[in-house]
């Protein structure tokens, strides 16, 4: 992944207290990372950084849509996405995750790249089936059918056999 510089945050001139950012993500900010799935992308990203002694908190703010494939007919499929998350980045001696929500990073450090976390924030949104809604007819039909002629060609004759003893015994 190359760095997305807009996405640094030098924090080591900042006041203590709240400073606020905004980001628009969109399909080039996915390409940016491997294996995206993501076609289409309007995300408007909207990040509070809260400045401590000792840490900085992380508030994102999420919302828009995306554009993906969708698993049953790999057509375009448009899902909304939208949610706070947050983040708290404490400073130690090296780089380490304490949890999903907590991160060390060293002293020495001047600044933090956020486009991973957003990133991540954004793709935990996505539900683990992205499919058309059933009957809405918005599946690729021809698609759709070929996976129901494979889907019957395939059935092993040993589960037919195991289906009419089955239905002896009821």
């Given at each position: 992944m190359?760095?997305?510089k ?43 950084l809260?400045?401590?002694e ?75 089936q ?9 599946c ?11 889907h ?19």
């Amino acid at each position: 992944m190359k760095a997305l510089k807009e996405f640094v945050i030098p924090f080591v001139g900042l006041k203590e207290g709240t400073h606020d950012y905004a980001f628009d993500v969109d399909a080039k900010f996915f390409e940016s990372f491997d294996n995206s799935e993501i076609i289409h992308a309007d995300v408007h990203v909207d990040v509070s950084l809260e400045k401590q002694e000792r840490m900085l908190i992380f508030r994102f703010g999420t919302k828009g849509t995306l554009t993906i494939p969708c698993d049953r007919c790999l057509g375009d499929l448009t899902l909304a996405v939208e949610g706070t998350d947050g983040l708290i980045v404490k400073f130690g001696q090296e780089w380490e995750e304490e949890s999903d929500e907590i991160i060390i990073i060293p002293e020495k450090e001047s600044h933090i790249d956020i486009s991973t976390y957003i990133y991540e924030y954004i793709m935990l949104k996505l539900p683990l089936q992205k499919v058309h809604p059933e009957g809405e007819g918005l599946c690729d039909p021809e698609v759709i059918s070929k996976l129901n002629d494979h889907h019957q060609a395939e059935t092993d004759p040993r589960w037919a056999a195991l289906k009419q003893l089955k239905d002896k015994t009821e």
